[in-house]
């Protein structure tokens, strides 16, 4: 696998890649790509053989697939791309100093920690930009996403958790697991470069403390941790660790981007998207409405915007061949309000249905004065507590940082609970926006699951949780949140088991809209190895001459 990984990032191509990535314009509307990069021309209708929405993991894996089947296609991302320095020379802002980069459009950041010791210390005012990570709002649940160039890749914790065999099956019963199992999760791991931690050095660094400490607390209660891969490069942070490299995941840089050590999409499938020469990535561009045209050609108006959020211009192209890769809000969202504006009439009545949060919840224990968790935390989580197993009760939860530079004896986890509870999207014309209708009451069957596995930690070591770092006064359980926003376009019954949506030839979803609300790992590894499955079967069957 490494001399493959190894073969795959020197190829020639991808070099090529990589550095028209690193020389393209980063603001203002920017096409990138190998071809000389002039400036369009307001067209009237660009026409191209594909186009894919969005450019996180089902956007760049067929991206990259198209790219090297030789077929001319065009990636429209809403963010910006991610390349050029800030006055202090950094590309990415830390957690700790928050700037305009850090978040999508805000004047005061929205941290999933709001307050410590209660206090409104964590957020800071900002100006209004296209920074990387969105939190989106509905009613009774609010999502973070990426925004950029690398989609979620550009601001999530690199772990790349293959599910559990049994679990994808109950989630995928018509997917072929010996396929996925031995083909396409192999596949995504190797393209996405994932490794793991040094066992020893992981036992032996001040920086891994804090997941030390909270594997003692679970161990106490008789449940077992299990080492989660990540995409951030180990060697990279042990460098890091010994002084020798520049700190970025020992730096308290995560969900505001990574400046290094990071194998974000755009170092990996990107760069080798753009490197086979058939691929143009357009940044800040948004595609807003989607229909099909007499000729079974699909047409596409975007808005272009500007670094303070104004619509500039707007862009109409038309495809063959309409790829869907804008995450479970992105993609959703465009298809329901297609079938409710009748642009798209013959869409499943299934779209827009088979939402859920993964039975995401943020949670923090205080520990005993001698049980420290460090002042030195790195922000890349390497443990998780698997009681999946657990028929009463499964969770997965993973060992989260909280770097602060100081000892606060925190342990934070996000718990991934077998909540079965799922939503369906709304369209409200007024606002032309597409909304879950997650409810108050769905969050809660996440909360109780995570509580009695906590509950049980707790009790065996004589601690209880933290409440004051959720915003309300008495808040032990982040319910409000989810960074894995799954379903909406469920595989086998909103597309065919390839992700074709049925009604519409020649229209794909690759993207996590496909899953059905819950993994019960972090997803993103499913969904690349799903995208991978479904251009290996469209590529073969859809585009023959
Ligand atoms: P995604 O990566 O969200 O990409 C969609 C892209 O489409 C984005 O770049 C959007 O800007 C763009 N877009 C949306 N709408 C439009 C439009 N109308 N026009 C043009 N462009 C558009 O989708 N998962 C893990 O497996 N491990 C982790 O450690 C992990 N940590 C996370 C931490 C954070 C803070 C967050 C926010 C997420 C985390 N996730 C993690 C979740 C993971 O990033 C997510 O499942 C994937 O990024 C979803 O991939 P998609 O391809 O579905």
């Known amino acids: 696998m490494t001399e493959k990984l190894t073969h795959h990032h020197l190829s020639r191509r991808h070099i090529l890649g990589i ?78 100093a928050p700037d305009q980069r850090s978040m999508w459009f805000r004047t005061r950041t929205e941290a999933p920690l709001a ?39 550009l601001v999530n914790g690199g772990m790349a958790v293959t599910p559990v065999r049994s679990y994808f099956g109950e989630q995928f019963p018509t997917v072929d697991a010996n396929e996925m199992y031995g083909t396409y999760f192999p596949r995504a791991r190797a393209m996405l470069g994932v490794n793991t931690v ?66 974000s999409l755009d170092k990996t499938y990107l760069a080798s998207a753009i490197g086979t020469g058939n691929i ?31 619509v500039v211009g707007t862009g109409q192209y038309s495809c063959t061949y309409l790829f869907l890769g804008a995450g479970s809000l992105g993609t959703t969202e465009l298809l329901v309000r297609a079938r409710e504006t009748g642009a798209l009439p013959a869409l499943d009545a299934s779209v827009g249905t088979g939402w859920g949060t993964n039975g995401n919840v943020m949670l923090g224990r205080a520990n005993h004065l001698w049980d420290t968790v460090g002042a030195d935390e790195s922000t890349i989580p390497v443990l998780g507590i698997d009681d999946w197993a657990n028929a009463d009760n499964p969770v997965f939860a993973e060992i989260a940082p909280l770097p602060m530079g100081l000892e606060h004896w925190i342990s934070l986890y996000l718990a991934i609970t077998k909540n079965p509870e799922r939503a369906s999207f709304s369209y409200d014309p007024a606002t032309d926006s ?67 949506v049925k009604g519409y030839p020649r229209l794909y ?25 479904t251009m290996a079967r469209v590529l073969a069957e859809d585009t023959a001459p």
């Open 434 to 500: 597409a909304k879950p209708g997650w409810t108050a009451a769905q969050s809660a069957v996440s909360v109780s699951m995570a509580k009695k596995l906590f509950d049980r930690i707790n009790a065996a070591n004589a601690t209880i949780y933290r409440y004051d770092l959720f915003g309300s006064a008495s808040k032990a359980f982040a319910d409000d949140f989810t960074y894995h926003p799954l379903g909406g376009c469920v595989l086998g019954r909103a597309t065919d088991d390839y992700g074709r």
């Open 280 to 310: 143009t990535i357009n940044t800040l561009e948004r595609v807003r409405d989607i229909r099909r045209q007499a000729d079974g050609t699909y047409l596409l108006t975007t808005d272009r915007i500007d670094a303070g959020g104004a």
């Open 115 to 153: 307050t410590f010791l209660w206090l409104d210390v964590v957020n800071k005012n900002i100006s209004p930009y296209p920074g990387v990570l969105d939190r989106v709002h509905f009613d009774a649940m609010s999502v973070y996403v990426g925004r950029g160039v690398g989609g979620g890749s």
């Open 19 to 96: 550095a028209a990535l690193q020389t393209a314009a980063a603001l203002g509307f920017t096409r990138i790509g190998l071809q000389s990069a002039e400036a369009v021309e307001p067209a009237a209708v660009e026409a191209v053989p594909a186009i894919v929405i969005g450019s996180g993991y089902g956007g760049a894996v067929a991206a990259l697939r198209l790219g090297q089947a030789g077929i001319r296609t065009l990636v429209l991302e809403m963010g910006r791309l991610w390349n050029t320095p800030g006055p202090d020379g950094r590309v990415f802002c830390s957690t700790t």
């Open 509 to 533: 979803v690759t993207d996590g809209s496909l899953v059905p609300g819950s993994i019960g790992v972090n997803p993103f590894l499913t969904i690349t190895a799903l995208a991978e499955r």
């Open 198 to 263: 040094d066992p020893d050095w992981f036992e032996s660094t001040e920086w891994y403390r804090f997941a030390r400490t909270s594997r003692k607390a679970a161990a106490n209660a008789g449940l077992k941790t299990t080492f989660v891969p990540n995409v951030y490069d180990f060697g990279y942070m042990q460098r890091e660790a010994a002084g020798t490299a520049t700190k970025s995941a020992l730096a308290g840089e995560v969900i505001y981007g990574n400046n290094h050590g990071k194998r």
